[in-house]
């Protein structure tokens, strides 16, 4: 053999050329085959078609190759995930790629939530307005959008400040509630505005001290008046539009008491976000998050599903795209995400 391929190097290149190419071609199946996170049915080949047809749908651009690389993994990671977790069924909600499908995890929880909670232990407001009220049973449902109390869903973008889009939604809706009048209101202002309290813009913040900063100042201004820009700018001087006299806590971990205050108006609360990334759709259940309040929405609604699971509804602040149409169902009465431990509402 030795002597055969001595004689003709050429041959001897070209056939152990041939061989390394075949085994790389072998090991390279192997891994593909493998690798646990291409996706259910999906092909390396599919898949980046998947992320080229979800680019081309949510109109994202990359800066260049490499990042599209990098991009593309992460985006294969979670739709592997997705599909996951429909595909093992039992659940009564769906996961869904949406504009965050090429986010980590960690990116998404530093961008896209921001709520700091009062921490355990803090001196909690007394009082309750609705403590003596009991739901009627027209109030077995609620949902404030069929009562013109709830504005379309906004986008808080790449910016920590859920907190300022629960405390605008909840004002929102108690302004509509007692003058009849809806009318969007200016996050921005508490975003450059309501910063001398521990709340911080795009770097986190509280709808209690919001509901407070608003009382001080003498009220928010609207949507039109002072535009959402996703970053917190200089706080301008502006002509309030729509002002609170007070605001409450409901009592904490008390589910039936959030009911009686939503029943009367959108509620603001802190959640666990970390596990509403993919959301779809559907009834989202307890088993799947944990209780670490790090994202702020607001309570506009609850119900019962057609399966009989009790639910919130939870107007958020992540575009139309995402959940319902920017809503999410959370079932209700178990404490699910930790909703009910921090939940408040303005009055008018
Ligand atoms: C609830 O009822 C109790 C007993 O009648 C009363 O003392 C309390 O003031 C009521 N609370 C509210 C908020 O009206």
Not at 264 to 291: H, K, L
């Amino acid at each position: 053999m030795a002597s055969y391929f001595g004689s003709k190097p050429l041959i001897m290149a070209a056939v152990m050329l041939f061989a390394v190419v075949t085994m790389m071609d072998l090991i390279s199946c192997v891994i593909a085959a493998r690798q646990p996170s291409s996706g259910i049915g999906y092909s390396e080949e599919a898949m980046k078609a998947r992320h080229q047809k979800w680019m081309a749908e949510h109109g994202r651009t990359y800066k260049d190759e490499a990042e599209k690389a990098r991009r593309f993994e992460v985006f294969r990671e979670n739709a592997a995930f997705i599909d996951r977790s429909n595909a093992a069924g039992g659940k009564k909600y769906r996961l869904a790629t949406n504009e965050f499908t090429d986010v980590t995890h960690d990116e998404f929880m530093a961008m896209y939530t921001g709520f700091k909670p009062v921490p355990s232990g803090a001196k909690k407001l007394p009082g309750f307005k609705y403590e003596n009220f009991t739901l009627s049973d027209d109030q077995q449902s609620v949902d404030w959008r069929q009562k013109g109390a709830v504005t379309g869903v906004k986008n808080q973008g790449q910016c920590s400040c859920c907190w300022a889009f629960s405390t605008v939604a909840a004002v929102e809706g108690i302004h509509e509630i007692t003058t009849g009048q809806l009318v969007s209101l200016s996050e921005q202002q508490l975003l450059d505005c309501d910063n001398n309290d521990g709340n911080n813009g795009c770097g986190g913040g509280n709808m209690d001290k919001a509901f407070q900063y608003i009382i001080g100042t003498g009220g928010l201004t609207t949507e039109d008046a002072y535009p959402y820009t996703g970053a917190q700018g200089m706080c301008q001087s502006v002509q309030p539009a729509v002002t609170i006299s007070d605001f409450q806590d409901v009592p904490s971990g008390d589910e039936t008491a959030l009911a009686v205050a939503v029943a009367n108006q959108p509620v603001s609360v802190g959640i666990d976000g970390r596990s509403f990334q993919s959301y779809g759709g559907g009834v989202f259940t307890a088993d799947s998050c944990g209780t670490d309040l790090t994202h702020a929405v607001t309570v506009v609604g609850y119900g019962v599903a057609q399966d009989g699971t009790l639910y919130w509804l939870l107007k958020n602040s992540w575009g139309t795209t995402w959940g319902e149409a920017g809503y999410m169902r959370l079932e209700r009465g178990t404490g699910a995400c930790g909703i009910g431990q921090q939940a408040s509402y303005p009055s008018a």
